[in-house]
């Protein structure tokens, strides 16, 4: 057997299906990843980075899948009943507190402190002060403590928010601030 032929029994093939492939693609191409190469034929990738919504209808198009690398936390999409489940399934659960707790606190900051009507003012020339709030003593309930809420919760409360955690389970994480 042709040497190529053999080394290729141990190339892992990854296929990108998302909305930002051609981030991934160029991200993967400035590192050395030995034993992984990209492929665009879906019938012999068997390595899978993907959003849920683009990949769940078309699960059946990677007959050698092995592993399916989800690009978001949830993979509620890719858990229905009726989808094969024949592959590992991994999710990037972690990585998004910091960015949706900057979300959610910037929000707040902007309606307790007026941000939208100031940009209409300033767009009219005008400027009539309002008074503002601090988000010191306000109240933040968070629906679902994974580890983005309880990253948003931790945040919160740095900021001297009282902070309502609820879960499916009902029992608060142990060390948060709820």
Known sequence: MEKSKLM?????????????DEDYIKALHNHTLDGLELTEDRSEANIVLASPPLIKDSLEDFPK?????????????LTKDGLRRDYQLTNVRGIFGQQIAEYVLGYCISHYRHFALYSKQ??????????????NEKTMVVLG???IGSFLALKASQMGMTVIGI??????????PL
Do not use: H, M, V
């Open 145 to 147: 403590c994974g580890s």
């Open 122 to 135: 300033q767009k009219k020339k005008s400027w009539t002060p309002y008074q503002y709030q601090s988000l």
């Open 65 to 77: 899948l092995e592993w399916l690398q989800s690009a978001y936390a949830g993979i509620d999409a």
């Open 8 to 20: 290729d029994n141990f190339t892992d093939k990854l296929y990108i299906l998302t909305e930002r």
């Open 167 to 176: 879960n499916s389970t009902g029992i608060p994480k142990k060390g948060l």
